[in-house]
């Protein structure tokens, strides 16, 4: 089955401490996305990569890093410097074979810091 | 700057009837692309349209429809006779038109809640 998987579903935090979320897909899309999602709000863009071994910033991306090593991983590091960053993240890939321009997007990770 | 506005934030209907979700944009790009998804309950976003800034021309998918307005800066998606299964958020998004992988705006999204 081709899609994007994203673990741990569920993911809980000390403060102080980094957690790296995953987020693979064999849908051979050259670009990947991570975005926080808070609770009654839209989704914001933390980072983005739209080939191997490059990635740029998006709106909120202190606290955060990632790294694109494979075009099938994009793995989100949530530093100890993200200051609120119980949330859930999604993962979202595009590019071809299917459109270009459309977004598809993995379960979701929440994490809570505890 | 792109911006996506999802006024209504929660609206509530009883099975069967109908009901639209109004989604207002505003860009400087004279090509761009439209979207809706949908998130149920599980989190995970659903792809269900995307529509580009030189198609006006309205879509329906089955129960669902989608009216493009350029001239409003509209794009509202109409669910006809609801049913339980539609309870979710739903997020309009535009995204540019720099060619493949754009970035995407998202709206806040609007809770649906359909009872039987």
């Known amino acids: 089955d081709g899609g994007i998987t994203q673990s741990p579903k569920y993911l809980f935090r000390k403060e102080g401490q980094n957690v790296t979320l995953s987020c693979e897909q064999n849908?051979?899309?050259?670009?990947m996305y991570w975005y926080r999602q808070d609770p009654g709000q839209g989704l914001r863009l933390i980072y983005y990569?739209?080939?191997?071994?490059?990635?740029q910033k998006g709106d909120i991306a202190e606290g955060y890093s990632v790294s694109r090593e494979k075009k099938e991983s994009f793995p989100l590091t949530v530093t100890s410097a993200q200051k609120n960053p119980t949330a859930f993240y999604l993962c979202a890939s595009s590019g071809p074979p299917l459109s270009a321009d459309t977004q598809y997007f993995g379960p979701g990770t929440r994490l809570t810091v505890l | 700057a792109q911006k996506v506005t999802q006024a209504q934030t929660e609206i509530s209907v009883v099975e069967k009837e109908d009901v639209t979700l109004d989604c207002v944009y505003e860009t400087r790009d004279t090509t761009y692309y439209l979207f809706w998804y949908k998130q149920p309950p599980s989190g995970e976003l659903v792809f269900l349209i995307r529509r580009n800034s030189f198609d006006e021309q309205n879509e329906i998918s089955g129960r669902y429809s989608w009216n493009f307005q350029k001239s409003t800066s509209s794009f509202n998606f109409t669910i006809t006779a609801s049913q339980v299964v539609d309870s979710a958020v739903y997020f309009c998004a535009l995204s540019d038109f720099t060619g493949a992988n754009s970035k995407l705006t998202f709206g806040k999204g609007i809770t649906l809640s359909v009872r039987p």
């Open positions: 849908l051979n899309h050259d670009a």
């Open positions: 990569s739209q080939i191997v071994n490059d990635f």
